[in-house]
């Protein structure tokens, strides 16, 4: 199988911010301080910076601070802050002509009563559900719904998207916070939980300017190393934005996993059999979102944490090709790489590469990697000797802009 490719893709009229560069506002850690006043302060110097959009963490009440355990939907005063430092945070981030992406929990949501026989599948809140909400093969909440339509998620009542009524709700909820709220667009949570088809109609309900799904599996290992051939994983990826009709991005997941290695003197990984590059990015470059670090991955979780020095080479790598890259707030403001992340931004900046930027790949090998961006950049990675003079291929006259040695070079076309 194959994905459905970018010429003729539906709905491109969602995706707006052609030359987006999103920014993770929080860590797992946030919500221990007056989280929406301290990211509301820092929404110009971002904007300064080149970010174009700002994902928030999860807004609703939550059984556990970090917001992905909602209850009340419509009770948006969390560990956060309050719904009014929210708003004052959205509306801080549109003063800087930046989007805010809400984090919305829709694969499964805690009830706050408990039934009859002790399970506790009663919602509360303005959307009042009880168990025909819950999916009927979640083991531990006695779901009178349907069978789920994805992976089950174990910690709490998963919902039952195949119900009218619980489309209807989450379509009203998802438009109050576009109108009322200020948000807008969206940051899937668990996506495997639940079929791309209802993302769809929830996104052409709530139309927003960008949607990110989260659809994160584990990729391909044999004995305890990373398998070349990682199609099988991005084409679950790709199959899950196909059931979107196209309407929703996701993380590029598969281009994490091979920059872990890749990044380790085994940059042949950076290209598929086809001459692309291996991720998610190689296939549907508009719909893949790269980044590095999450606050599942990276914080004070570290399930599956980025290899700490290679950092400025993976930002090197996803700030200047195509899909839509995202930093991480630990990275930008407590990791020392500040300047050299801003740096790649003006990079990507000035020579106008964008997600669908079309990539020629010259070298990929053990010693390092060198691609041509669009038109007007072009970057190496690895401890190699090479310039754009050693290229037959590479016309015109390139100046270089960055150069951090083994690490990475860019030149920029004159």
Partial sequence: MCPIGEPGSPNNFLFKPHFSKYFQGFNWESWRRQWYLELASK????????????????????VAPQGYMPSDLYNLN????SVEELKHCIEEMHSQDLLALGDVVLNHRCAQKQSPNGVWNIFGGKLAWGPEAIVCDDPNFQGRGNPSSGDVFHAAPNVDHSQEFVRR????????????IGFDGWRLDFVRGFSGTYVKEYIKASNPAFAIGEYWDSLTYEHGSLCYNQDSHRQRIVNWINASGGTSSAFDV????ILHSALHNQYWRLIDPQGKPTGVMGWWPSRAVTFLENHDTGSTQGHWPFPRDKLTQGYAYILTHPGTPTIFYDHFYDFGIRDVITELIEARRRTGVHCRSSVKIYHANNEGYVAQIGDKLVMKLGHFDWNPSK????????QKFVDKGSDYQLWLRQ
């Fill in 43 to 62: 929404a110009a110097d971002l904007s300064k910076c080149g970010v174009t959009a700002i994902w928030l963490p999860p807004p609703t009440e939550s």
């Fill in 169 to 180: 709700d989450i379509k009203n909820w998802l438009n109050w916070l576009r109108n009322d």
């Fill in 254 to 257: 598969t281009t994490k996993g």
């Fill in 78 to 81: 969390s560990a956060y802050g």
């Fill in 391 to 398: 290229e037959n291929n590479l016309d015109g006259s390139w």
